[in-house]
């Protein structure tokens, strides 16, 4: 097995260029890349279109933020791909007054996508959305006597994600409901960024207790610095 | 001269009566939340939390939270043994693939063709609708949970939704904190209503067709 490069949140930020798609793991902040996100707001990198479930918590009054609210509020995202924008204000204002495009995506229809990105699917078919907004300007394709939605396989750029562990040559260990969209991101982007808590040597991890294979990961980032 | 008052409460004790012994539940945040609080001691119903997990248990005592265990609304949670953590896309395949036998949501809007309306309002308010449109598409029994009125007076209760819908033809029970609907062929179906209330004061407090049942009764939760 090969080790994947530990590099520093820093520079995986330096990874994230002008006009990516940007895939991020975590669901309010359960289970997101802490650390990479910040470096990224750091660097300051702008025209990002964001793939993740929310655009995070911001609390201005309780002065908490989580996940990618801080680079909501810099100003970094030009287009955001998610599924819930209600506990982030900011976001709504910058799709109110035009600032940033806001394409909101059902929960499950969002995942399903990033997954049929990763997992060589033309598309998926699914009834959520139908009859409403969602369905808007979608191919519509009827199986037997259902009619189903196409959605279209949503990849990106890189995976900003977030696990447990990791052994050296990348394979990941998620806990509880810090899982997510971790996984399916990990599939789902030309270049994998994982931020761990813990780095273990290959044979550390159980075969049997990886979530996320080796194969999907580039790099790795310690939490909390090296 | 009845004066309604708002009351949350006896909607999530109503609801709760609903389960029975292992129906798999998923209770949306907010008033949906509060019905885990009323469950009859000798039913035992698995909640879905569709951040990823069966099993929900209660809220974490303080001073034991997880950051690695919330509920979908970002609250620390604890899960019960014999429950189990996956990721998105199997949690919404658990959902949509009608695993799931009832969902408890609340609502701006619902109307009665079961039509619900509840992410949206244009122009003022756009939380998103995070996972209830795949929970409202996918559960088999949809359970939308409401006070009657707005803050303006005007009922909840539609005879067709204003707002950008959350999903269509859906919704098979509305409760209330007037009383308990069932939705089917193009109007609401009165089966209980709740004190001080009455079916006349209901059909003429709400813009909606409401047919009162033969069988319509005052529910016993006060």
Known sequence: MVNKPVISATAAAALVKEGMTVQVGGFLGCGSPDDVIAAVVAQGTKKLTLVCNDSGILDTKGGRSTSVAALVANRQFSRMIVSHIGTNPETQRQMNSGETEVVLVPQGTLAERVRAAGNGLGGILTRTGLGTEVADGKQKIAVGDHVFLLELPLPGDVALVKAKRADKAGNLQYSKTARNFNPLMASACALVIAEVEEIVEIGGIDPDQVHTPSIFVDYLVKAGGI | ?222
Not at chain 2, 85 to 93: K, L, M, Q
Request: proline share 5%; hydrophobic share 40%; aromatic share 8%.
């Open chain 2, 1 to 222: 001269m009845i004066e309604y008052v708002e009351n949350k409460e006896i909607i999530a004790r109503r609801i709760a009566r609903i389960f029975k012994t292992g129906d798999v539940v998923n209770l949306g945040i907010g008033l949906p939340t509060l019905v885990a609080n009323y469950l009859p001691e000798d039913v035992t119903v698995i909640l879905q939390s569709e951040n990823g997990m069966l099993g929900l248990g209660p809220a974490a005592a303080p001073g034991t939270e997880d950051k690695d265990l919330t509920n979908a609304g970002n609250a620390p949670v604890t899960i019960l043994p014999g429950g189990c953590f996956f990721d998105s896309a199997t949690s919404f395949g658990i959902i949509r693939g009608g695993h799931v036998d009832y969902t408890a949501l609340g609502i701006l809007e619902v109307d009665q063709e079961g039509n619900l309306a509840n992410y949206k309002i244009p122009g003022k308010m756009v939380p998103g609708m995070g996972g209830a449109m795949d929970l409202v598409a996918g559960s088999r029994v949809v359970i939308a949970a409401t006070t009657h009125f707005e803050k303006s007076g005007a009922s909840k209760l539609k005879r067709r939704c204003t707002l950008p819908l959350t999903a269509a033809r859906e919704v098979d029970i509305v409760v209330t904190d007037v009383g308990y609907f069932q939705v089917l062929g193009g109007k609401f179906r009165l089966l209980e209503w709740f004190k001080p209330y009455n079916p006349e004061w209901i059909v003429e407090k709400t813009d909606a067709d409401i047919e009162v049942m033969g069988t319509c009764r005052c529910s016993d939760i006060e």
